[in-house]
């Protein structure tokens, strides 16, 4: 089964960091691209960055870049997300997302990151 | 930043009738490859999102052909040609022509 598992989400303080997982199956992890997308519960979807199929540099939303690092391990099929000096504002479900070339056709089911003291 | 305008926000249906959504673009979406990342999204309640059309008109696998994807330009379309249940939720556009990558506000699609 093809399938996107995201995990490491909790509750924070802010200026505290946390690290989000994806592991990913049921597809060729390494020649894809990977995004992160967050939504704040009741509102809409945000692209906060992705990260190319071989890995190297990231590209990031204005709003995170400096203190958020996306990277992944094609060895274990899985795709990160390092969230440093976190804000309430980053308060969001975070989601996964596959691109072949120019769309995100394979989400996965989010992980909650709650940023508050 | 290309910003993504849809209209309605709000899409009350009677079941069995059309639909249509409509996606403004602040620039032009085609890319320097020549195609156009333009996507379609459909988010039931609960649930993330799932992808209905892609570059434009390309309907994903395992989508029903009720639904369809036009344009060009600055100016894209979603049509359901007959809405059932199951089509409620929240329906954004998105492009990925440029970074960073930006969705519509969403449209809300009801059963009357």
């Known amino acids: 089964e093809v399938l996107l598992l995201e995990s490491g989400g909790d509750l924070v303080q802010p200026g505290g960091s946390l690290r989000l997982s994806c592991a990913a199956s049921g597809f060729t992890f390494s020649s894809y691209a990977m995004n992160w997308v967050r939504q704040v519960p009741g509102k809409g979807l945000e692209w906060v960055s992705v990260?190319?199929?071989?890995?190297?540099?990231?590209t990031y939303a204005d709003s995170v870049r400096g203190r958020f690092t996306i990277s992944r391990d094609n060895s274990k099929d899985t795709l990160y997300l390092q969230m440093d000096n976190l804000r309430v504002e980053d308060t969001a479900l975070y989601y996964c997302?596959?691109?072949?070339?120019?769309?995100?056709?394979?989400w996965g089911r989010g992980t909650l990151v709650t940023v508050s003291s | 930043e290309i910003v993504m305008t849809q209209t309605p926000l709000s899409s009350p249906v009677t079941l069995g009738q059309p639909a249509s959504i409509s996606c403004r673009s602040s620039?032009?979406?085609?890319?320097?490859?020549?195609?156009?990342?333009l996507s379609w999204l459909h988010q039931r309640p609960g649930q993330p999102p799932r992808l209905l059309i892609y570059k434009v008109s390309n309907r994903f696998s395992g989508v029903p052909d009720r639904f369809s994807g036009s344009g060009a330009g600055t100016d894209f379309t979603l049509k359901i040609s007959r809405v059932e249940a199951e089509d409620v939720g929240v329906y954004y556009c998105?492009?990925?022509?440029?970074?960073?990558?930006?969705f519509g506000q969403g449209t809300k699609l009801e059963i009357k």
């Open positions: 998105m492009q990925a022509t440029q970074f960073p990558y930006t």
């Open positions: 990260i190319l199929a071989g890995g190297g540099g990231g």
């Open positions: 620039q032009g979406l085609v890319h320097s490859d020549g195609n156009t990342y």
């Open positions: 997302a596959k691109e072949p070339v120019g769309y995100l056709d394979l």
